[in-house]
């Protein structure tokens, strides 16, 4: 489970406002200095100190060693951040099953207050697994975090673009680097075994592409392992951080190559065989 989900509870108010608190110090500081504490907070110093005793037990803050001086938030630190944020929203209320783990981000089941299933998606861009499972002593660049920040806030808006005319889910917040959307159920393309009549469902993915190209929208990485097959059969578009606007310099190569990868993968996996030159000029044709 998150680590942060697993001491969501346990983390008291007081340690949140103070890990804020550090987070602001960080926009300034890689290793906030000690003799900084003083400043960004109006706390005693003991209470200070008991504060990042709380924080470094509950392992979401670190405390420097031998060439590092000073305390930073490790990423379970902003992920509870952005948690403690989007509760305090009335964004979510629960928190269920990871959906899925991956290597730019790791995606779990929750509930809203209205008792809605959805997904949260905490960005890792730039951090290996094997980092976030050391619980000390790595060195993550502050680099992941801004990156991770500008992907969810990228993602959150391509698809307050497209949806709902294309199939993607719901876009319904997002805070620092972790997005909320509607529940992603279903396998990816890349891992169904079969499909009784794959055409349609090719037919359906390219509409999608047609339909968010006349928006103004190319996804920018599509691929057989971002096209979701839900249970009744039916596709969603997932991951668009990368999404780019019609009029980007770069529009017709990330176009193509997105529906090179669709064609490449139903001609190699279904043996449908379709002109990219025709599909194209078909999405740039109009409705």
Do not use: C
């Amino acid at each position: 489970m998150l680590k942060a989900i697993e001491i969501f509870q346990d983390v008291e108010e007081e340690d949140v406002e103070f890990l804020r608190e550090l987070e602001k110090a960080g926009e300034r500081y890689k290793w906030i200095p000690d003799d900084r504490l003083d400043d960004i907070s109006d706390l005693p110093e003991q209470d200070i100190e008991y504060r990042l005793d709380r924080l470094n037990k509950f392992e979401i803050v670190e405390r420097g060693v031998d060439k590092y001086s000073g305390y930073r938030i490790l990423p379970p630190g902003y992920d509870l951040l952005a948690l403690k944020n989007l509760v305090r929203r009335d964004v979510l209320k629960a928190f269920g099953r990871a959906l899925g783990i991956g290597k730019e981000a790791d995606t779990y089941e929750a509930l809203t207050p209205k008792e809605d299933r959805v997904a949260v998606k905490f960005n890792r861009l730039g951090l290996s697994f094997k980092d976030l499972k050391k619980k000390r002593s790595y060195d993550p660049d502050k680099e992941w975090f801004d990156a991770s920040k500008k992907s969810a806030r990228k993602e959150f808006n391509g698809l307050k673009e497209v949806y709902p005319k294309v199939e993607v889910p719901e876009p319904i917040a997002f805070d620092r680097h972790t997005l909320v959307t509607g529940l992603i159920e279903g396998r990816e393309l890349s891992e169904v075994e079969d499909i009784d009549l794959p055409e349609p469902v090719l037919d359906e993915i390219l509409r999608n592409v047609r339909v968010a190209y006349n928006i103004g929208v190319i996804h920018g990485d599509l691929s057989e392992h971002n096209v979701i097959i839900k249970p009744n059969g039916e596709t969603l578009i997932i991951d668009w951080p990368q999404w780019e606007e019609t009029t980007h310099p770069e529009s017709e190569k990330l176009l193509r190559r997105d529906v090179e990868n669709i064609l490449k993968f139903f001609r190699r996996k279904f043996g449908i065989e379709r002109d990219i030159e025709e599909t194209l000029g078909e999405i740039k044709g109009g409705d």
